[in-house]
């Protein structure tokens, strides 16, 4: 194999491949200079295109039909019509994740990025359903108000991608790192959650067999990548996600009913609950609930980044970003929700080292056949939400440590930097151990505040403009702004 294939799989830095100062103005995102080599745009064999594929897909699953579910409970939807919201969430994470590896024009980040529902939006659209019931008095309208206004939130962010993207130079690795860490830590209460049993009404939640099911499963994955060489180390998820699902059948945690009442296949009916309405309230609520999850992506952006070793720059920034707005405002079309990224996909790039964007559109194409067939998806189902959450805390957990190794490159000794990232994850932290902190607020402030990813976030930008940027603070330190404000690590 050529040597680029093998640095490949420690993650390390490769200078031949790391994009010119200069290679961010005049080229397609995901396709700097010289780098037609970089293990980003690797092909992998079929067999192991599939199956790492598959592994991203199990990862990501829950995430996926979990809005459907609670919103469609929301608005009161019947088993059939519930059941049908799910395949489309699914058909359209396929697009979106496509859209988002693959790219067309500028858009697209072409980075193994997936795409999925966006969890932000399940609130306010529980609420929006709840405002068109009480105003129509029966729930015909409430997902066609949804519809339109998600609709207009896509088409936003689109037009917002070039402009909101040039916010990258308020994104040194100080904050990256803070930002990235906050990503890890504020997944692994679900992984957690997971591991309990998923919901508080699920059988057996809370019980030694649940919480012994998820450590099974963990104690799998770490074996799997304490003994096994090459692929089969980089499928250690996936054999850790099976394995605990076997031992799950015996311990009466694994529920057959999913894949007996689903149906084999199913194509998507464009608009089948009904044209989209345009309801002013809704698209102010959405659209706050898009600036939000454009803020997720790009710090997501910016740390897939650091660990594929290809620097998330402002072009491709605007183009992930348009991959979101496109895929956000296209999917009413086939009755799916807003398209954001997730970040749990980014902990399994970093462990398994796979950083090949096409494993990510393989897996793209897997969500797509899930959604055509239903009993595809019923199957990948069966894994119990305690195996999940044994494998999440692996997954969440390497989030958390590349943020950290990140930070420790970012100029810590700095007292400003200190300051930075202590009350940048402290207010992160806040909705992930206290969620009802917010509930006083406004909603925007909730909207936003809620979520400890787009808190912290905030708070790491302004107070990197506070201690960097503005006045006295950023002439004071005239003489280091290279390194203090952006410290870099060029290889030599």
């Not at 399940?122 to 929006?128: D, G, H, L, N, Q």
């Not at 799916?336 to 902990?347: K, L, M, P, T, V």
Request: charged share 10%; proline share 7%; with cysteine.
């Amino acid at each position: 194999m050529a040597p680029s294939n093998t640095s490949s799989s420690d993650g390390g830095s490769t200078p031949a491949r790391t994009p010119g100062p200069d290679g961010t103005s005049h080229r397609l995102p995901g396709k700097p200079s010289g780098s037609a080599n970089h293990p980003v745009d690797e092909v992998l064999p079929p067999v192991k295109l599939f199956s790492t594929g598959l592994q991203h897909v199990a990862a990501m699953y829950a995430g996926v039909v979990a809005p459907p579910l609670i919103v469609g409970a929301g608005v009161g939807l019947s088993a059939a019509d519930l059941a049908l919201l799910i395949s489309a969430s699914l058909f359209t994470a396929g697009l979106a994740t496509l859209l988002q590896t693959l790219g067309v024009w500028k858009i697209g980040a072409r980075l193994p990025f997936v795409n999925g529902v966006s969890f932000a939006g399940v609130a306010p659209m529980i609420a929006i359903a709840k405002g068109s019931i009480e105003r129509t008095g029966g729930p015909k309208d409430a997902l066609p108000v949804i519809f339109g206004a998600v609709i207009v939130a896509g088409a936003l962010c689109f037009l917002a991608a070039p402009y909101f993207c040039k916010l990258i130079r308020f994104f040194p690795p100080v904050v990256q790192g803070t930002v990235i860490t906050l990503i890890g830590v504020s997944l692994l209460p679900v992984a957690v959650n997971w591991a309990r049993g998923g919901s508080p009404s699920a059988p057996g939640y809370g019980s030694m067999r649940a919480v012994g099911l998820a450590a099974i499963t963990l104690a799998a994955v770490v074996l799997c990548n304490r003994l096994l060489r090459g692929f089969w180390q980089q499928l250690s998820l996936l054999i850790g996600l099976a394995f605990g699902t076997l031992i799950a059948f015996p311990l009466g945690l694994a529920d057959f009913s999913a894949v007996q009442d689903a149906k084999v296949f199913a194509l998507p009916s464009p608009f089948h609950f009904g044209a989209p309405m345009f309801d002013g309230s809704a698209i102010v609520s959405l659209c706050i609930v898009m600036v939000v999850s454009m803020t997720e992506s790009t710090a997501d952006m910016l740390a897939l980044g650091k660990i594929v070793d290809r620097k998330a720059d402002e072009a491709t920034l605007a183009a992930g970003l348009r991959a979101d707005g496109l895929a956000t405002a296209l999917s009413p079309v086939f009755n799916g929700f807003a398209a954001s990224a997730f970040a749990q996909n980014i902990g399994l790039v970093a462990l398994t080292k796979i950083r090949s964007r096409f494993v990510v559109a393989a897996g793209g194409g897997i969500l797509i056949l899930l959604g055509l067939f239903p009993v595809l998806g019923s199957v990948v189902s069966l894994v119990p939400q305690p195996v999940l959450g044994g494998a999440g805390i692996v997954l969440f957990g390497t989030v958390a440590a590349s943020g950290i190794r990140t930070l420790a490159e970012a100029g810590m000794e700095s007292n400003s930097n200190t300051i930075l990232v202590s009350v940048s994850l402290g207010v992160g932290i806040v909705p992930i151990a206290v969620p009802a902190f917010y509930d006083s607020f406004p909603e925007a402030v909730r909207t936003l505040m809620h979520s400890g990813i787009s808190a912290g976030c905030v708070m790491a930008v302004l107070l990197n403009l506070l201690f960097h940027h503005v006045g006295a603070a950023r002439r004071t330190r005239s003489g280091q702004t290279s390194g203090t404000t952006v410290p870099t690590a060029t290889p030599s």
